[in-house]
Antibody, heavy 116, light 107 residues
């Protein structure tokens, strides 16, 4: 069965960086794109962007360019989201979500807390 | 960007009542809409894709309808385990956009 398992919660100070991982299993990793979605406390879902797992080409939503970087390690079927120069407003749960033309399966989410 | 307006934001219903949740798109998205269920601390689960296609294993009391700009998720006879937050997602255009969610309580 399809599973997306994300790395654990992170507590970071403003200005630091964080890298969230999303390990896929149960399907051929490079056949499906991977999305990243953010949910700030008490807020709705925001689409951060997606990465083509075959070519490695990323696409970022407006407002998520510059500090947000998607990457892959296809040898271990893992996608990564790195956020640099963290701000308190980056505090949120970050989800990876597989895309089969539309989002279908989601990871369990990774809470990133940015606090001094 | 396409805005997805979901209503209501919260809803309380009794077991066996009919529940309807609506998503309106700011422009036409054909039938490129999915519905998800999310329970606290859990990953979202897709219930319906392409407006009305029920995912395998999802109870038949869930159904979806609509086209273009107006879409509906209906739970025909909700059960206590259907208490959750429901949200829609348009996958017609980038950036993908979500409805704000509906918190459903079944008493």
């Amino acid at each position: 069965q399809v599973q997306l398992v994300q790395s654990g919660s992170e507590l970071k100070k403003p200005g630091a960086s964080v890298k969230v991982s999303c390990k896929a299993s149960g399907y051929t990793f490079t056949r499906y794109a991977m999305n990243w979605v953010r949910q700030a406390p008490g807020q709705g879902l925001e689409w951060v962007g997606w990465i083509n797992t075959h070519t490695g080409n990323p696409t970022y939503a407006p407002g998520f360019t510059g500090r947000f970087v998607f990457s892959l390690d296809t040898s271990v079927s893992t996608a990564y989201l790195q956020i640099t120069s963290l701000k308190t407003e980056d505090t949120a749960v970050y989800y990876c979500a597989r895309d089969s033309g539309a989002i279908d399966y989601w990871g369990q989410g990774t809470l990133v807390t940015v606090s001094s | 960007d396409i805005q997805m307006t979901q209503s209501p934001s919260a809803l309380s219903a009794s077991v066996g009542d009919r529940v309807t949740i609506t998503c309106r798109a700011s422009q036409g998205i054909k039938n490129d809409l999915a519905w998800f269920q999310q329970k606290p601390g859990k990953a979202p689960k897709r219930l319906i894709s392409a407006t009305y296609v029920l995912e395998s294993g999802v109870p038949s009391r869930f159904s979806g309808s609509g086209f273009g700009t107006e879409f509906t998720l209906t739970i025909s006879s909700p059960q206590p385990e259907d208490s959750a937050t429901y949200f829609c997602l348009q996958h017609n255009t980038y950036p993908r956009t979500f409805g704000q969610g509906t918190k459903l309580e079944i008493k």
